[in-house]
């Protein structure tokens, strides 16, 4: 049986797994919504309400705001939806724009209270239930961000905070000018990057050793209840039907033992691939990015799978191609 969700212990009502919405609103361009694409909108939304998803995972820049806006327009169309769900958007990074060589990321004051009223006009809400720093800004000053998200919060724009991408010490960092409690951290984790795994195993073991996730980052946020999200958890639908030609051998065998598994067990592939995130006992969140209905509805029931301890180091081995010591 899973364990609560960290957010659920916090009174968050948030679903086990969560839908990304990085893939609304077309291209990364500066061209108006399409209808085509608000009509996407309301049917992965659909998808993801008819499998139990009330959770939608946003940034200011996902396509540079368009998935916002289709999703503010989903709002305008579904009156007394934005109550029944729970949305999270990120900021602190900036696009590159005619002129500049590259992005930046940005944790001032200035730049996250704007961020922040961007997105609350392009959803069309007075609130965001959770908001995210997206990537660490090694330019931080902790006390100007805690600055920020105090006035965040007593303007009642936004009720929660986390991060994503962060070690613990970043986090620390970030807490000890903060009164709020950061309750998120938002990683990549999949069957394809278990880096996150390895990094629990690599403990005076020197061929492990560039191993480059921040060791301590998941015991961390398990000791403090920070619910763990992962990024990218269908890896890209590596193991769950994506042409496989010129793949390693590791990702090839892993893709047939996920369909086996599949098979076994009555279920789909990426029901298997986020069963074996879920499996890990931090009540990790998958947070999907796909927007099509039909690999959304794919992941129904995904929760309900067991795994025995056998089948999770099977499909763990398997995908980073050498056996444990």
């Known amino acids: 049986m899973l364990k609560a969700l960290p957010l ?48 939608f995972d946003h940034a200011d820049i996902y396509t540079r705001g368009k998935a916002e806006k289709v999703f503010g327009q989903i709002f305008k169309e579904r009156p007394g939806l934005r109550d029944e769900v729970i949305l999270q958007s990120k900021c602190g990074i900036r696009l590159m724009e005619p002129g500049d060589i590259t992005n930046m990321f940005d944790f001032s004051k200035e730049h996250i209270l704007g961020s922040v009223d961007g997105t609350l ?21 902790p006390e100007e961000v805690a600055e920020a998200l105090h006035q965040l919060k007593a303007a009642g724009k936004v009720r929660h905070f986390g991060v994503s991408n962060m070690s613990a010490a970043q986090i620390k960092l970030l807490q000890a000018y903060c009164d709020e409690p950061f309750i998120v ?47 990218g958890p269908l890896a890209q639908g590596l193991f769950s039907g994506r042409p496989l030609e010129g793949q390693p051998e590791s990702v090839v065998n ?4 996920v369909r086996a598994l599949a098979e076994e067990k009555n279920t789909t592939p990426e ?13 990790i969140q998958p947070v ?22 056998k089948e999770w180091y099977e499909l763990y081995v398997s995908s980073r191609g050498e056996k444990l010591p």
């Open 8 to 55: 659920n212990k916090r009174g968050i009502p948030a679903s086990r797994i969560a839908l990304g919405c990085m893939g609304l609103g077309g291209e990364w361009d500066h061209e108006p919504v399409t209808a085509g694409q608000i009509k996407q909108g309301h049917e992965a939304l659909e998808a993801a309400l008819s499998i139990g998803i009330n959770f």
């Open 121 to 141: 006009s392009r959803l069309g809400t007075d609130y965001i239930d959770i908001l995210l720093l997206h990537r660490p800004d090694p330019l931080m000053d």
């Open 185 to 231: 951290n938002q990683l990549h984790m999949s069957l394809a990057k278990i880096s996150w795994v390895d990094a629990a195993l690599s403990v005076n073991r020197e061929q492990w050793k560039d191993i480059t996730f921040p060791e301590g980052t998941i015991e961390y946020c398990r000791e403090e209840n920070i619910q763990l999200q992962a990024w």
């Open 254 to 257: 892993t893709a047939a033992r």
């Open 271 to 283: 029901a298997i691939v986020l069963a074996w995130l879920m499996t890990y006992p931090a009540a």
């Open 288 to 309: 999907i990015g796909t927007v099509n209905p039909l690999r959304i509805k794919a992941c129904a029931g995904a929760e309900s799978i067991q795994l025995t301890r």
